[in-house]
């Protein structure tokens, strides 16, 4: 029964390059969400989607990030030309909402630790 | 706009004893739900216990009870019986039911458990 699944667990980049953040839900969730947290600070929603819709990116900065959730495969979060405020910790997690049936509860991954150098 | 607020950076407890970490919300929602989250050190996040907004009575899950008061738009978290492994961050959410579904969460409180 394999959770949430992030990949990679850790990862380095230089300024100006790019960084692709993968996010596989549990089994039988559609919807997947995006967190960033800073050390010591609270997660940070960035955005919400569904399986080939975003619904909600309020949180997304408006350049340089964008995420996908295709019909097939993984979730990804893009961050392009990074740079060394982009080094967080980005936590997907994901929810088997079905209308009042569940407590829209998040299962989380153990997280992608971005470091730019 | 949604906002939740966590007014306690750090709390120290007594190993044994009972802590209660604060937490207020502000949403014009009438349904949502309540959370909470512990971070250990490890950085996982473990889901502790929930509360609908329509839930009449306090939930409680083991040695975590869920202090919920509508009006006063507070969901305090109490641990009873402090473990050196509570020692962690604590982190309450919220989620409206309309509009999406969108959980945000506090700045967290971060628990020390002395022995």
């Known amino acids: 029964n394999a959770g949430v699944m992030q990949n990679p667990r850790h990862l380095v980049r230089r300024r100006g390059q790019e960084a692709r953040l993968r996010c596989s839900p549990m089994?039988?969730?559609?919807?997947v969400y995006w967190y960033r947290q800073l050390p010591e600070e609270g997660l940070k929603f960035m955005v919400y989607?569904?399986?080939?819709?975003?619904?909600?990116e309020s949180g997304m900065p408006k350049e340089r990030f964008s995420a996908e959730f295709p019909k097939e495969g993984p979730s990804i979060l893009r961050i392009q030309q990074v740079v060394r405020g982009d080094s967080a910790a980005y936590f997907c997690?994901?929810?088997?909402?079905?209308?009042?049936?569940?407590?829209?509860?998040?299962?989380f991954g153990e997280g992608s630790r971005l470091t730019v150098l | 706009a949604q906002k939740i607020t966590q007014t306690q950076p750090g709390m120290f407890v007594q190993e044994k004893e009972a802590v209660t970490l604060d937490c207020t919300y502000d949403t014009s929602d009438q349904s949502y739900g309540l959370f909470w989250y512990k971070q250990p050190s490890s950085g996982e996040m473990i889901f502790l216990i929930y509360?609908?907004?329509?839930?009449?009575q306090n939930a409680t899950e083991g040695r975590y009870s869920l202090n919920f008061q509508k009006a006063r738009k507070s969901a305090n978290l109490v641990i009873s019986a402090s473990q050196l492994g509570d020692s962690a961050m604590y982190f309450c959410a919220m989620r409206e039911d309309t509009g999406g579904f969108k959980t945000i969460f506090g700045a967290g409180t971060r628990l020390f458990v002395k022995a």
């Open positions: 089994k039988g969730h559609s919807h």
């Open positions: 509360q609908g907004s329509y839930d009449e």
């Open positions: 997690a994901s929810s088997p909402l079905t209308g009042n049936q569940n407590t829209g509860e998040l299962f």
């Open positions: 989607l569904q399986k080939e819709n975003i619904i909600d």
